[in-house]
């Protein structure tokens, strides 16, 4: 079976269930971003917590897509989070993405989560399932402290921002 099926060749596209809408709809804009984000965590996929974000990520879409349930853990992210903060020096200073290759990639798909926050935040929340957002938010935290213990794990320093004279 070839990969290109054509049905997308006028600018439309199907979701889960046989709805068919235009890929300008806002909706792909987030489902692209989500995948966009999935792709950046490849790059440190070395984490075991990342796998399961990937996964995750994928029955996010999934939901959004095609209105199943999204059972994202806020409070396993929020238990990762807590553990590896525990770990680094306490953050005084705003910080420029950076530092190990690991870590800019983190802050890299930190960068896409906030973006896929912000489209989450502006679609009509009749759309968006109870959690989805608050799941986001927090993943955003988890990439920021993620990126910020590669650095320290490494012994790179976090690259502190400094007004310019």
Known sequence: MPIYTKTGDKGITGLPGGKRLAKSNALFAILGTIDELNAHLGFAGSLK??????????????SIAGGSKFAGDVTELEKHIDVIDKKLPPLRNFILPGGTLEASHLHLARTVCRRLERLLAKTPQKYIKKGILKYVNRLSDLLFVLARN????????????KKSQ
């Open 49 to 62: 917590i990342v796998k399961q974000i990937q996964k995750e990520l994928f029955e996010l879409g999934a």
């Open 150 to 161: 590669a650095n320290y794990t490494s012994k790179v320093s976090d690259i502190i921002w």
